[in-house]
């Protein structure tokens, strides 16, 4: 899934809103459901723009507060989910003893900045 879509095309008024029914437009981007549902899900950017940390704000900011996920639960969908989701999740996806890290060091701990 692509949050990012969220953030640029779903806030109200958006280019979903101007071209989608407002019952297809209900339905976009779940990701709440999803993850209640038991689904695995795996987020990445689809190029625009190229940052996880904003589909991160994107999926925790959805206009839809039903559907939004935790700081926490995008995290795991770009790390954890993501390397499940290419069969990779023994060497990539966390910071462990024996895996591939893949980091950024950022200036405040995501966990702690208000969304």
């Known amino acids: 899934m692509q949050p990012n879509f969220v953030g640029r095309w779903q806030q109200i008024g958006g280019l979903y809103d101007q071209r989608f029914e407002a019952e297809t437009v209900r339905g976009m981007n779940m990701f709440r459901v999803a993850l209640d549902n038991g689904a695995r899900v795996c987020f990445g950017s689809d190029g625009m723009p190229y ?50 890290a893949d980091f950024v060091v950022l200036s405040e701990n995501i966990l702690d900045v208000p969304t």
């Open 51 to 100: 940052s996880p940390l904003y589909g991160i704000w994107s999926a925790t900011n959805h206009h839809n507060e039903r559907v939004r996920l935790t700081v926490e639960e995008a995290l795991r969908c770009y790390t954890m989910e993501s390397a499940y989701s290419v069969f990779q999740e023994h060497t990539l996806g966390s910071l462990n003893v024996g895996k591939r």
